[in-house]
């Protein structure tokens, strides 16, 4: 496993887990569309709301003030597969406080080559703040042979639900908050995956 975390103290506490010790290789870097550096937005050192495109988020009665910064390297995940020499890669997990579509551009060669079967990605308000849809998701990921699913809570369930095609309805607005997962997958989602099962059609 390849990760990625651009703040030292969160470094220094996935570092403390014993359990990751020599299966994930962690690199102290911003993965976005240029390679570079970039400015990231925070509210203490050890967070998990660290961001490079939102400086407030709430969650629900929650607010949070990103209103520290800091420089850090940026990478393109593009340039990191190529000097591994990967030819193909399982899962892309991304899970970057609203900089999600900034990581797929940098995944461009990558995406267009089919080099990649599932990628798992947050979605919702942080996006609608910056002007950003799901359409722009779904039309650059099914346009590269995705099926996509999208993480469905209800009364009985929570599971992944396939959006067969694009509507309007699946928006987040900003007055409407909300967050959740897609996962793209080639296929069909794996026997081997260990989230939510998969309970029908969202359309």
């Known amino acids: 496993?390849?990760?990625?975390?651009?703040?030292?103290?969160?470094?220094?506490?996935?570092?403390?887990?014993?359990?990751?010790?020599?299966?994930?290789?962690?690199?102290?870097?911003?993965?976005?569309?240029?390679?570079?550096?970039?400015?990231?937005?925070?509210h203490a050192e050890l967070t998990t709301t660290a961001s490079v495109a939102v400086k407030h988020m709430k969650f629900g009665s929650t607010e949070v003030k990103n209103d520290r910064s800091r420089k850090v390297?940026?990478?393109?995940?593009?340039?990191?597969?190529?000097?591994?020499?990967?030819?193909?890669?399982?899962?892309?997990?991304?899970?970057?406080?609203?900089?999600?579509?900034?990581?797929?551009?940098?995944?461009?060669?990558?995406?267009?080559?089919?080099?990649?079967?599932?990628?798992?990605?947050?979605?919702?308000?942080?996006?609608?703040?910056?002007?950003?849809?799901?359409?722009?998701?779904?039309?650059l990921l099914s346009g590269h042979g995705f099926k996509i699913y999208k993480q469905v809570t209800g009364k009985n369930y929570y599971g992944l639900n396939l959006i067969s095609r694009y509507s309007p309805t699946l928006e987040v607005a900003e007055d409407k908050p909300e967050m959740f997962m897609l996962l793209a997958t080639r296929k069909e989602p794996s026997p081997g995956y260990a989230g939510p099962r998969v309970v029908g059609r969202v359309n």
Not at 1 to 27: C, D, T, W
Not at 108 to 125: C, T, V
Request: hydrophobic fraction near 40%.
């Open 1 to 42: 496993y390849e990760a990625f975390e651009p703040m030292p103290a969160n470094i220094a506490k996935f570092s403390s887990r014993p359990q990751y010790a020599g299966k994930v290789n962690l690199h102290e870097v911003c993965v976005g569309a240029e390679q570079g550096e970039v400015e990231i937005h925070f």
């Open 73 to 139: 390297p940026q990478v393109r995940l593009d340039d990191m597969i190529d000097q591994w020499g990967w030819k193909h890669v399982d899962l892309v997990k991304i899970d970057v406080e609203g900089y999600e579509w900034s990581v797929l551009q940098g995944l461009s060669r990558a995406l267009s080559a089919g080099k990649i079967d599932n990628i798992f990605l947050e979605f919702g308000m942080h996006q609608a703040v910056q002007g950003q849809t799901l359409k722009q998701f779904y039309d």
